[in-house]
């Protein structure tokens, strides 16, 4: 899919790439979704399948406080409070810790909702909103939000379906 230059291109690649993760999240089993057996966002680290489910909601909800801080009048500290770009790594095993007491189910019930919010976020803009001018640096706010949703749905959707064939996971 190329990249969302609208309001109608950002929800359909938000939409489509979270209902591909979804589907193989939901075919994995329960059993399963604790062991460390993936690669991790952190060169040399391993991840869980909830581990993948906690980074997607972070960013989700990253992206959910940025707006919130915007539309309070205030700046938000993109990526995140103490975090540069350079250490993604470092943010991602935050957003494992975040979540870690929470089941496999909780976290597929939290990710759904947030992006819920998400796509609510964006059918409250219009196109001149999302895409009329930059929002942060020289990304415009709908370049954000599918570099921090749609993009992390895409890719995640990449990495179980890679774990799921080395597991001999249908």
Known sequence: ???????????????GN??????????????????????????DTMMSVCNLVSYLIGWGELVLK???KRDRGGEP?????GFKWTELGQLAQKFYADYKTEDFGSLLRRLEKTKGRIVQLVESKDDKALYGSPWYRKCTMGQMIQLN????????HGRLRRWKKAQGLP
């Open 77 to 81: 500290d993109i990526p995140e409070t």
């Open 66 to 68: 940025w707006h919130r």
């Open 1 to 15: 899919m190329p990249v969302p230059k609208s309001k109608n291109t950002l929800l359909a690649a938000i939409e």
């Open 149 to 156: 949703t749609a993009s992390p749905y895409r890719n995640a």
């Open 18 to 43: 979270y209902q591909k993760v979804r589907l193989e999240l939901e075919s994995i089993p329960d059993a399963l979704t604790r062991t460390k057996s993936m690669p991790g966002h952190r060169k």
